[in-house]
């Protein structure tokens, strides 16, 4: 299966676009936003847990990352309500589950091989978050090939400057605008390595998550 897999050109899919599609297993839908390969993928994709609903224990070769959007993911017997973000390193290994459902941003077989970094924050954490410019930053996580962070800005602030990275964008709260076009929360944007323009927050201001890519101009390419 193949959904927005060239990476060298712009891709993007709004909230009015969402196209729910059920997991093999029951109770666990998602909405794929770019894809190579049939189950065992690397994907980014917003999946919907139903309450009570769960994934048998499986592994990771190639890592996860979540960012949790509503309601409260658990895994190995921790609770991750809305706003924690989650790293699990290639070769690991969980139990997903919701009681009382929740909604998560997933990236899967996207990380470097030699990548062994558990991480855990809670971005709604004041403590989490920093001042960078006219920015808030909350930082996630960095190495060679990317970096990873969620950023807030003012009605009318420059969200992120003009780059030649990669740049990756899930819109939190408010909206986003580049060019001429406006991205309502919920939207999701990619662009490719040396055509990223500066985007700026809209009317309400925002709250947008980032991966920007330093070195991979194709994520996960060289993933097994």
């Not at 990317?146 to 420059?158: D, F, I, K, N, Y």
């Not at 969200?159 to 406006?182: C, F, P, Y």
């Not at 990223?196 to 201001?205: D, F, L």
Request: charged content about 25%; some cysteine.
């Amino acid at each position: 299966m193949l959904i927005n897999d060239d990476f060298s050109r712009w891709a993007s899919v709004t909230p009015r676009e969402y196209r729910w599609v059920a997991s093999p297993q029951g109770g666990v839908e998602r909405v794929m936003l770019d894809r190579i390969g049939a189950e065992q993928a690397r994907a980014t994709s917003i999946v919907r847990y139903a309450p009570d609903s769960f994934f048998p224990r499986h592994e990771h070769p190639a890592g996860e990352e979540i960012l949790v959007l509503s309601g409260v993911f658990s895994e190995e017997g921790a609770d991750y309500p809305a706003g924690w973000y989650l790293r699990n390193p290639p070769g690991s290994g969980h139990c997903p589950s919701s009681r009382e459902g929740a909604l998560i941003f997933v990236k899967l077989r996207q990380m470097l091989p030699d990548e062994r970094l558990s991480v855990r924050i809670d971005t709604r954490d004041p403590a989490s978050w920093q001042k960078e410019g006219d920015a808030d930053v909350c930082p996630l996580f960095a190495n060679a090939a990317e970096c990873v962070s969620l950023r807030r800005v003012a009605p009318g602030a420059t969200a992120l400057a003009a780059s030649k990275r990669g740049a990756e964008l899930l819109v939190l709260a408010g909206d986003l605008v580049i060019g001429a076009q406006s991205y309502e929360c919920g939207s999701w944007i990619r662009s490719p390595r040396g055509e990223c323009p500066a985007v700026v927050a809209g009317a309400h201001g925002a709250m947008f998550y980032v991966k920007l890519t330093e070195a991979l101009d194709r994520p996960g390419e060289a993933q097994p």
